[in-house]
Nanobody, 128 residues
Framework: QVQLVESGGGSVQAGGSLKLSCAAS????????MGWFRQAPGKEREGITG????????YYADSVKGRFTISQDNAKNTVYLQMNSLKPEDTAMYYC?????????????????????WGQGTQVTVSS
């Protein structure tokens, strides 16, 4: 049974930083596309970054490029999201997602339908 558990969310002032973690169980981080999504109230779920765990290739949405960094620690079976220079518009529930045994293909990595496994989410609130 695959489980993804996010942690690290919280409240921070604009310009601050947070680091989210996504701990995976029942899934080895050796050959998967792992993604981070976010969803603000009244908005669609947005794919913001992905990583292909076999070779570390990373993908970013324009909205977070240069500010957010996705990384992995296969020994801990964990994917991270380092978020710097946070803005109020980054306020959302953040979700980790996994597609087992697959590369992060084209732009599909940013689409919710591409992933088969999801975490429960962790809230990030950025105040101005």
């Amino acid at each position: 049974q695959v489980q993804l558990v996010e942690s690290g969310g919280g409240s921070v002032q604009a310009g601050g930083s947070l680091k989210l973690s996504c701990a995976a169980s029942g899934l080895q981080l050796s050959n998967n596309c792992m993604g981070w999504f976010r969803q603000a109230p009244g908005k669609e779920r947005e794919g913001i970054t992905g990583i292909y765990t076999a070779d570390g290739s990373t993908y970013y949405a324009d909205s977070v490029k240069g500010r957010f960094t996705i990384s992995q620690d296969n020994a801990k079976n964990t994917v991270y999201l380092q978020m710097n220079s946070l803005k109020p518009e980054d306020t959302a529930m953040y979700y980790c997602a996994a597609r087992s045994g697959s590369r992060c293909i084209g732009t599909a990595w940013s689409r919710a339908w591409f992933y088969g496994y999801w975490g429960q989410g962790t809230q990030v609130t950025v105040s101005s």
